[in-house]
């Protein structure tokens, strides 16, 4: 009888005890979202977002710049990878069974692993030092390297969604294999396979190591491609190591934004696939 | 109903037997094409690994020429006098990982284990909305909130209370200032804890429900089910996703470098600073003058690359034994 007693006092504490975890492990979440807005939110004004970054004496400024850059690195990112990616993706799905499906699959998932300040470095071998000069082009690029097997993956998966019976109908309907591939089952996989463009672009768009030495960051604003630009996590970063408290209140702010940005891009993934198996990134 | 005969289209005319050929060729035309886009377009993926080795080795040739293989086993990092060692840099990056994945293992799998057995099923998926959020926020922001919340917590409230306690310990020796190898331990173990949780949970929910039942129906309480029948089931699924989260936690770079410290020092206290790979690259490159300093930090990276695809390998071969077509390796990372 005590024995029976004893294992249910164990079953009841360790049950206990995955309670615990699972409020510990989401005890820094909401420190962190609340700390974001309350040493955030109160910097958050016309200027943040209208004004870039002014001397050191000067007070105001903003993240137009930054804010800006990262648009503009983000989108050229997904210009660049969004079509591999997708393409890739269709084709693990469509004709992915043989031995090449299953290297590029593997290999894709590696790459997911690669740690993102190698493949800033890699962006920097590749393209800076053969330019000479850092630019945002050699930033977009590496992102575009960490979001390919993303979108690869996630393409996949919503393609493989897709019921054979949809496939056969237009088959039978007389589509060739590439029409029906195209127009029927990339067609109906389109909300999922979009899912996961936003979803890989909410990742890129909060990497700061990829960008360190490739688009490197700018005081002023620029929207030249072949230029540093800046970008909203590389200032957050630069503004966070600083010394000075007038870029610390900024930093919280930028964060904030930089947070906003990423859980649109990821709640708008989640909407428009609710209901089915939705990929997390 | 006579009238539907007469709405009903005309049969298409056959084609003469030469158009239909003509027409099947231009079919399987197409089809030649569009798999040829695709598999170009696949081979993305493998000509980038490819690139990224290929390119790490070149720019980190001059360092491998110079040093060698002893560039891993010493320890003196002087960009002055050129000598260049990255033992105290791998030392530390598995050293903080080490921390981490002693921090996160439990708590992951605690949490995948609530939501799998024991959560209310109308928390559930609330709950692993939320875990799956912590891998959302950007990494500068967990160093931003290292630096300025739990770096000054750790100094000014828990080290003070817990010291005359632990300070004999030889992991508590030295004067704790605060960017230390535990600081950037604990961020990491909250880094890399969702994605531990989620495959884990994936890795739980594939164990098939008779197991469980068996358990059950043999008198075993519900936390004896999970610890002798479904733990044991999913073994090599969670050590693959511990291994999984082991890959991130080696390559995580930016909230490390702004709590680490960043020293050159091999120490085996957790309360002094240290330093990884990818944060000595993430400040020292854009600062080094030499270009037998860039070659070495390219020489770290290299080395930080093979590192983290060994370890993702293994991870995955273990995670597709067990969830084999579920995807549930890649969806989760």
């Given at each position: 009888m005590a024995h029976r007693t004893s294992r249910r006092v164990i079953g009841a504490l360790m049950t206990g005890a995955t309670y615990g975890a699972a409020a510990l492990a989401l005890l820094p979440l909401a420190a962190i979202l609340a700390m974001l807005i309350l040493k955030g939110a109160g910097s958050l004004n016309w200027d943040f977002f209208t004004r870039s970054s002014v001397p050191l004496g000067e007070s105001g400024g903003g993240f137009a710049h930054a804010i800006t850059g990262t648009l503009i690195i983000v989108g050229l990112a997904c210009a660049i990878g969004v079509p591999i990616g997708v393409g890739g993706g269709v084709f693990l799905a469509e004709?992915?069974?043989g031995p090449l499906g299953w290297l590029v699959r593997f290999v894709a998932d590696t790459l997911n692993g690669i740690p993102s300040i190698v493949i800033g470095i890699f962006a920097w071998t590749w393209i800076v030092r053969p330019m000479g000069k850092f630019t945002a082009l050699a930033g977009a690029i590496a992102l575009a390297t960490i979001l390919i097997p993303i979108v690869a993956r996630t393409t996949e998966e919503m393609v493989r969604l897709v019921p054979n019976s949809l496939r056969e109908a237009a088959l039978a309907l007389g589509y060739p294999r590439w029409r029906t591939s195209l127009q029927v089952v990339v067609r109906t996989a389109g909300a999922g396979i979009v899912t996961g463009c936003l979803v890989a672009m909410a990742r890129v768009a909060g990497e700061t190591a990829p960008l360190l030495?490739?688009?490197?960051?700018?005081?002023f604003f620029s929207t030249r491609l072949l230029e540093p630009m800046a970008a909203l996590p590389l200032q957050v970063y630069v503004y966070a190591v600083g010394p000075y408290d007038e870029w610390h209140r900024q930093a919280w702010a930028g964060a904030l934004v930089l947070i906003i940005l990423v859980l649109t891009l990821g709640t708008v993934a989640r909407i428009i696939t609710r209901g089915r198996r939705v990929s997390h990134g | 109903m006579t009238t539907d005969a007469a709405v009903?289209?005309?049969?298409?005319p056959q084609p003469a037997a030469e158009d239909r050929w003509k027409a099947l060729r231009m079919v399987s035309r197409g089809d030649v094409a569009y798999r040829l886009v695709l598999t170009l377009l696949a081979l993305a993926p493998p000509f980038l690994l490819a690139m990224i080795a290929g390119e790490l080795v070149r720019g980190a040739w001059p360092a491998i020429r110079r040093f060698g293989a002893g560039f891993l086993t010493h320890s003196v990092w002087d960009p002055v006098l050129g000598e260049f060692g990255a033992l105290p840099l791998i030392f530390g990056t598995l050293y903080a990982s080490l921390v981490a994945m002693l921090v996160a293992i439990p708590l992951a799998v605690g949490v995948a284990i609530f939501l799998t057995e024991f959560a209310p099923r109308r928390l559930r998926t609330p709950v692993a909305t939320l875990v799956e959020l912590l891998a959302a926020v950007p990494s500068v922001i967990y160093g931003l909130w290292g630096v300025f919340v739990l770096v000054p917590l750790l100094r000014e409230t828990l080290w003070p209370v817990v010291r005359p306690a632990l300070a004999w310990l030889p992991i508590f020796q030295g004067a704790f200032y605060g960017p230390s190898v535990l600081a950037a331990g604990i961020i990491l173990a909250v880094m890399i804890l969702p994605y531990i949780a989620a495959v884990s949970r994936e890795v739980l929910l594939a164990v098939p429900a008779a197991q469980r039942e068996a358990a059950l129906a043999l008198g075993a309480t519900r936390w004896e089910a999970v610890w002798t029948v479904i733990l044991p089931y999913g073994r090599s699924g969670i050590m693959g996703a511990v291994i999984l989260g082991l890959g991130r936690a080696l390559g995580e770079t930016m909230a490390v470098t702004m709590v680490?410290?960043?020293?050159h020092e091999i120490s085996l206290s957790l309360v002094q600073p240290g330093y990884t790979i990818a944060a000595a690259i993430a400040n020292e490159f854009a600062e080094a003058a030499t270009s037998l300093h860039l070659s070495a930090l390219v020489y770290a990276a290299l080395v930080l690359f093979v590192i983290t695809v060994v370890v993702n390998a293994l991870a995955r071969v273990l995670i597709w034994r067990v969830a084999r077509g579920s995807a549930a390796g890649s969806s989760a990372i």
């Open positions: 004709f992915g069974g030495f490739t688009a490197l960051g700018n005081q | 009903l289209p005309e049969p298409a680490i410290g960043n020293t």
